[in-house]
């Protein structure tokens, strides 16, 4: 246990009832969630300080992986051990992964009439709320020249050379730009969380993370897609989404599109449901891997892509919170991560081009529905599930009078 960081303790089924509350209710997007739980174990319960839940989140967003789910599972160990975080974790993803996993049985019923016209509408959504998130992480994350050329190289790099592998060498490039051009970023200051564990815990976490991460670039996957290739595939998107979960776009989007294992518009029209339900946006991953033919039943996929997605996150974290404090201090690790952070962007704007764009606007018409959804989340900053409810009316509607 760090240092003069005694966890107050409670059962796992209090952090279970807890957190599957807010995993039915929490509508939004990852930034959403974090304002949730600030709410809920800062104000109201009192599990955290306000500084040690402002450093576990300087954690989660400097590590890959979802970090709202990165967040609700530290708290449930710092709540309950490893139980609790595990009870955090199911909790408050349950429900997203039900309906999303409900969405794959329900999409091959809607290929045509009003039915193809509310998937279409749901590829709208994607448009509204991936260009809302980049325009948001534009401003946070390349607020000067030296961010903002690194972002502009990454989405350069990635449209031109529209291979996977160079998300990869973007987001490396990125931190070692930062090195040299972020050097005027502020170090954050380090502080005590309650831990229930020490290095040698987290140095089996990071092991187990290497070795998953080793497994999953070197996995060639050749012909027809396997539970294998679907779980390699899935890992290394997890291990290199920094941003939250509207960034995991592009990443699973060369991942099992551009494989050829699902069609484009299958892809967005289940990113766009995932932005109608509460929950963590990974949830996308359960709809996936339904979707996808590994010769399993749809079940078995969506679990294997589901917890191969999260797994990097989780493991990561475990590995470098005993660490972190010593970590934060040191003035290259905020550089890099401002450099990573500003290529996170230019991989958002390539993807929101790539295939967001080009296979959500068919015309003036989708362009006008999107542009009311944008401003409806940016003038009025309503729910996201009223951007869905007006994307997928709208779009009925216009099908439904040209018949």
Not at 90 to 100: C, E, G, K, R, Y
Request: proline residues 6%; charged residues 10%; glycine residues 12%.
């Amino acid at each position: 246990m760090t240092p003069g960081a005694s966890p107050a303790s409670g059962t796992v089924g209090e952090v279970f009832r807890v957190f599957l509350r807010l995993g039915l209710t929490s509508f939004g997007g990852p930034i959403a969630h974090l304002a949730y739980f600030r709410e809920e174990f800062v104000k109201r319960r009192g599990w955290l300080e306000e500084a040690q839940f402002a450093q576990l989140l300087g954690l989660c967003q400097f590590l890959p992986g979802p970090a709202s789910s990165q967040m609700g599972f530290a708290i449930g160990l710092f709540r309950s051990g490893w139980r609790g975080a595990l009870a955090a974790f199911a909790a408050f993803t349950l429900p997203s992964v039900l309906l999303m996993f409900g969405f794959a049985a329900l999409a091959p019923h809607l290929g045509s009439g009003l039915g193809a016209a509310a998937v279409h509408g749901l590829k709208l959504v994607a448009v509204v709320v991936v260009a809302h998130a980049l325009v948001g992480m534009v401003r946070q994350l390349t607020p000067d020249l030296p961010r903002a050329l690194i972002a502009v190289g990454a989405a350069a790099l990635v449209l031109l050379a529209g291979k996977a592998w160079t998300q990869l060498v973007a987001i490396a490039l990125g931190g070692l730009l930062g090195l040299w051009l972020c050097r005027h970023v502020a170090t954050p200051a380090a502080l005590a969380l309650p831990l229930r564990y020490g290095r040698r815990a987290g140095s089996v976490a990071l092991v187990l993370f290497l070795v998953g991460l080793a497994a999953a670039l070197a996995w060639q996957a050749t012909g027809p897609p396997t539970a294998g290739a679907l779980a390699a595939a899935f890992y290394r998107s997890g291990a290199l989404v920094f941003g939250g979960g509207h960034v995991v776009l592009p990443l699973l989007q060369q991942s099992v599109v551009d494989a050829g294992w699902i069609a484009p518009d299958t892809f967005l029209a289940g990113y766009g449901a995932a932005q109608a339900v509460p929950g963590p946006m990974f949830s996308l991953a359960a709809f996936l891997g339904a979707e996808v033919p590994v010769g399993l039943p749809a079940a078995a996929g969506a679990l294997i892509a589901l917890l191969s997605l999260f797994a990097p996150g989780l493991l990561l974290l475990v590995a470098v919170l005993p660490m972190w404090a010593s970590l934060a201090r040191r003035p290259w690790a905020a550089h890099a991560m401002a450099g990573v952070n500003a290529a996170v962007v230019g991989l958002l704007a390539a993807a929101f081009y790539d295939p967001v764009w080009t296979q959500g606007v068919r015309g003036l018409l989708d362009l006008g529905i999107a542009l009311v959804g944008l401003g409806l989340l940016m003038a009025t900053r309503i729910a996201a599930a009223w951007v869905v409810l007006w994307c997928v009316a709208a779009t009925v509607a216009a099908a439904a009078v040209a018949v």
